[in-house]
């Protein structure tokens, strides 16, 4: 279907407030989720990647390098999905998958509610920019002919989202099912340089330093009155406080070598993690590639069809 | 199964562990860190290195572990330079713990961060499993083996820093600041497992009361030289050399008799004693009055439970407590930064949970660490800082700045970059900061920590000066006990008791309270007393020196020795007798003899 549609003027306003009701959304359901869990919310700004014990499922069980390349190799499959219908169908198989994993939905939800202020924005932006084609069909909304809604940009936006939504999904049976040393020893048995997988840990470990220390000096600021403003006083300020950050923590950097050269560090973190291969890792990886082709085939040849 | 507290290879041998020699070193900013140290560090040795901040403590220790290589001289362990596959075999044996326990915990799990060591020194997983498991059920922890780093209290990380160290069995212990910040149970432990400890061990700390009984030789260094070599029991008995170093704590007792007998004259009129919360909160006037404030970390640990709490402006008030008591977090409820629950009124005005501004205006707060709070490239914009927010001209503000700054002992600092200075003089600085703005209230946390006692001192007689509300937060009894005359003693995140700092320090039940147990720093303290005992003796004692004298015809000088009659000052104890010993003194030494040179004097030439 394509051509012009002209609709009241009325419609601009629920498709304004699309985005914000989808944010909203989240927000809900991570607040549902954290009274369930019985606290407050955490600072999901660290994406947290640590691992959940205290359970076992088909997916802690598998073996961590058919589990990176599984699910490494069917993100990228749903990222070239070309249809909002099957990058749906992704989103149900990667909750299917989180549901397996036995993982706490809150944590899922967390994550989803970090991109959802983002990738809302899509909703609103890409149907009312995108450019025109012959086979689009496009709302009007009564006299305002210079806005226009391009459904086709709707889709758009749709697969987008969808498709960040399931890979997001999906990073989480991948992280929170092995503990972090695991599964960067995984990396570096399939080919990784061991000295970055070493640098991702160590990142990890002083993110939350680093993180720590950003805030108290804020609230160091803070407590003496400090008011962000679009000043040349606040942009020195703010100057102060970032050079101060990048010298302590270049400080740390030289104190933690020291402290790993003084208990015997001589190159390489030790490390000694035993990887097994059994007959079911195979199994599994088959499972969730073939699933992620089948995705593909039927979204190159038949979802267009219909 | 292996004893983590017994060293790998105990040494025998009598040959010196340590061998410096002639060793120099200077940082690349052309900062003289050491200069010229000789030194012999032999097995078995418990050493107390002190001296001033920035003496060169750290940088020594870092030489002897091979993290920094020496400019001049050289340096041995067991008889071979460090170099090479023998500096890697000596990091190994040899376990260096740094101030800040983050540096040390780099491993994603506290089991794999002590496991780090053992894994280094080739051990198999067994051996590995066996020392992890050992090493932190010796600081007890082993309950929280598989926690990662960043969910430990501060206290808790101490340990597990050691526990790391703890874990390699090492033949040296080579400890920085062990105890800054931690409560005295948790020191407890330290001593406990240091007394044990079989191995060599060096300890760099500024609170002397902790290295006098687990140290017998003190190394003092001053301006990256070592000044005195000698036994602890002289250096602490002897005030002089501590006064020099800025090493003499002694004031603490002295202040502490004052306050006694300030407390007793108080006890005699009959003085009104601290009034608990609830009559305190009926006052129209109270600055500070919070009813059943509560919070809840985001991982469910309820933090505070039910705070009623009243201050009246002028009052001053220690918060004290066992680590994880709830006193941090109680001071960011006060200023209005967490999230909390339950009605806060400052000043009269209500405070809304997580937006504190109402309060930051009357309230300046000293971090426990002031490098949280030292943002500017300039004393002078540091100390600016506040003002310039509540936008006071600036023509004010240079008058705020100057009064503040002198206030600390900090005049003429104005162009100095607070990243160079010394840990007292920041700790200085940070106050000046928050004393531009002239708050109504004062929040100081743990404000002695990592200061040595002549900055301790300081700090001491200006914050007497202060005439402000104050919440003291620490460790430090003796601060306590002088700044304040009302404590808090929280516990498992409530107020479990609310007196008059006299009845604080009258009660006995404290020990029941975790954490709150000074016994052993009290024995220690008394004992350092009792050889600090002081005064002068006029008795005949002989000396070799040197001044002018006459034989007949002939004046000159060379040193000789006879003996005199005339006062001096010696450090000493008294026995149950009231006989004396004085400590070991140089033979040669001089004073003033007035006249003397006009006395006979029959020796050889």
Redesign the interface.
């Known amino acids: 279907m394509s051509g012009t549609l002209q609709i009241s003027s009325l419609w601009l306003l629920p498709l304004l407030l699309l985005p914000l009701a989808v944010y909203s959304g989240f927000r809900v359901l991570s607040g549902i989720a954290r009274k369930e869990q019985g606290g407050e919310d955490r600072d999901w700004s660290v994406p947290q990647i640590e691992y959940e014990g205290g359970t076992t499922s088909p997916v802690h069980r598998w073996d961590v390098r058919f589990k990176l390349a599984s699910f490494l190799l069917l993100a990228f499959l749903v990222v070239s999905l070309q249809h909002p219908q099957t990058a749906l169908v992704a989103l149900i198989m990667a909750l299917f998958g989180y549901r397996v994993a036995a993982i706490p939905w809150r944590r899922g939800l967390k994550r989803l509610l970090g991109m959802a202020g983002f990738l809302s924005m899509f909703l609103l932006m890409l149907p009312l920019t995108a450019v025109r084609q012959s086979t689009d069909l496009v709302l009007v909304f009564g006299s305002i002919d210079w806005l226009s809604f391009n459904l086709r940009g709707l889709d758009l936006a749709m697969l987008i989202i969808l498709r960040a939504a399931t890979v997001a999904l999906l990073m989480e049976p991948l992280l929170a099912t092995a503990p972090l040393p695991v599964t960067l020893a995984g990396l570096t048995r399939m080919g990784v340089p061991r000295r970055l997988t070493e640098l991702l840990l160590i990142t990890h470990r002083y993110l939350y330093v680093f993180l720590h220390e950003a805030r108290r000096m804020q609230i160091g600021m803070d407590v003496r009155g400090f008011r962000k403003s679009t000043s040349l006083a606040t942009l020195r300020s703010v100057g102060n406080y970032v050079g101060m950050l990048f010298v302590r923590s270049f400080e740390r950097t030289e104190r933690v070598h020291a402290a790993m050269l003084a208990r015997g560090y001589q190159g390489f973190w030790p490390q000694p993690i035993s990887l097994h291969v059994t007959p079911a890792d195979y199994l599994k990886a088959c499972g969730v590639i073939g699933l992620g082709l089948l995705l593909v085939i039927c979204d190159q040849f038949l979802v267009g069809r219909f | 199964m292996h004893q983590i507290l017994k060293p790998v290879a105990p040494e025998q041998e009598n040959r010196p562990l340590f061998q410096v020699e002639s060793l120099s070193y200077c940082y690349p900013d052309g900062t003289q860190a050491l200069n010229g140290i000789n030194l012999q560090v032999h097995a078995g040795d418990r050493i107390a290195l002190v001296g001033h901040n920035g003496s060169g403590k750290t940088t020594l220790v870092?030489q002897l572990?091979g993290?920094l290589h020496s400019d001049e001289g050289s340096v041995t362990y067991k008889g071979e330079p460090l170099s090479g596959a023998h500096l890697?075999r000596a990091?190994?044996e040899?376990g260096?713990l740094?101030q800040?326990p983050?540096?040390?915990?780099?491993?994603?799990?506290l089991y794999?961060d002590v496991?780090?060591?053992p894994?280094?020194?080739g051990q198999s997983?067994i051996e590995v499993d066996l020392a992890v498991r050992q090493a932190l059920k010796a600081v007890d922890l082993e309950e929280l083996m598989?926690k990662?780093?960043?969910a430990l209290s501060y206290g808790q990380k101490k340990r597990a820093a050691l526990a790391?160290?703890l874990a390699?069995r090492p033949s040296l212990l080579i400890l920085d600041e062990l105890t800054a910040n931690l409560d005295p149970a948790q020191e407890q432990i330290f001593i406990d497992l240091l007394k044990n400890y079989q191995g060599t061990l060096i300890l760099i700390s500024h609170d002397l009361i902790f290295l006098y009984e687990l140290c017998e030789r003190a190394l003092v260094l001053d301006r990256g030289r070592v000044h005195h070599d000698y036994p602890l029991k002289e250096l602490v008995e002897h005030r002089p050399s501590l006064r020099e170093h800025g090493l003499d704590f002694s004031f603490r007792f002295a202040e502490s008799r004052q306050h006694t007998e300030q407390v007793d004259v108080e006890r005699r009129q009959g003085a009104k004693k601290a009034e608990p919360a609830e009559l305190v909160g009926q006052n129209a006037a109270t600055l500070v009055d919070m009813r059943a404030l509560a919070y809840?970390?985001?991982?469910?640990t309820q933090a505070l439970n039910v705070i009623d709490l009243a201050i009246s402006p002028g009052e001053r008030l220690a918060l004290v407590g066992e680590n994880g008591a709830g006193k941090s977090t109680l001071l960011?409820c006060l200023?209005g930064?967490l999230?909390f629950t339950g009605r806060y009124h400052f000043a009269g005005t209500k405070i809304v949970p997580g937006k504190?501004?109402a309060v930051?205006?009357n309230?300046g707060?000293v971090?426990q660490?002031c490098?949280?709070?030292?943002?500017?490239?300039s004393c002078y914009d540091e100390v600016a800082?506040?003002p310039?927010?509540?936008g006071v001209a600036e023509a004010e503000i240079k008058v705020l700045v100057k009064n503040a700054l002198k206030r600390v002992k900090l005049d003429g600092f104005d162009e100095r970059v607070p990243?160079h200075l010394s840990g007292g003089e920041r700790k200085r600085l940070a106050l000046a900061?928050?004393l531009s703005?002239q708050p109504q209230l004062l929040i100081l946390d743990e404000p002695t920590a990592g200061l040595d006692p002549q900055g301790g001192e300081l700090l001491l007689n200006i914050l007497r000066e202060i005439d402000a509300t104050l919440i003291l937060v620490s460790h430090d009894i003796f601060f306590v006990r002088e700044l304040t005359e009302r404590t808090l003693v929280m516990h498992n995140g409530q107020i479990a008791l609310d007196y008059s700092t006299k009845d604080f320090f009258a009660d006995k039940n404290l020990t029941s309270l975790n954490g709150l147990d000074f016994t052993y720093r009290d024995q220690c303290a008394l004992q350092i007393r009792a050889l600090q005992h002081l005064h002068e003796h006029t008795h005949p004692h002989k000396h070799h020196h040197e001044h002018s004298h006459v034989h007949a015809e002939l004046t000159h000088q060379h040193p000789h020795e006879h003996e005199h009659e005339h006062d001096h000052s010696y450090g000493h104890r008294h026995n149950e007798t009231g006989a004396h010993q004085h400590s070991i003194q140089s033979e040669y030494h001089h004073h003033e003899h007035p006249g003397h040179d006009q006395d006979d004097h029959d020796h050889r030439h």
């Open positions: 870092k572990c993290l890697a990091r190994l040899i260096l740094f800040d983050d540096d040390q915990l780099f491993g994603n799990s794999d496991a780090f060591g894994r280094n020194q997983e598989f990662p780093p960043h790391g160290l390699m809840r970390y985001p991982d469910g960011m200023l930064i999230p504190g501004r930051w205006q309230t707060m971090f660490d490098a949280d709070q030292l943002v500017c490239s800082f506040a310039r927010q509540y990243l900061s928050v703005l």
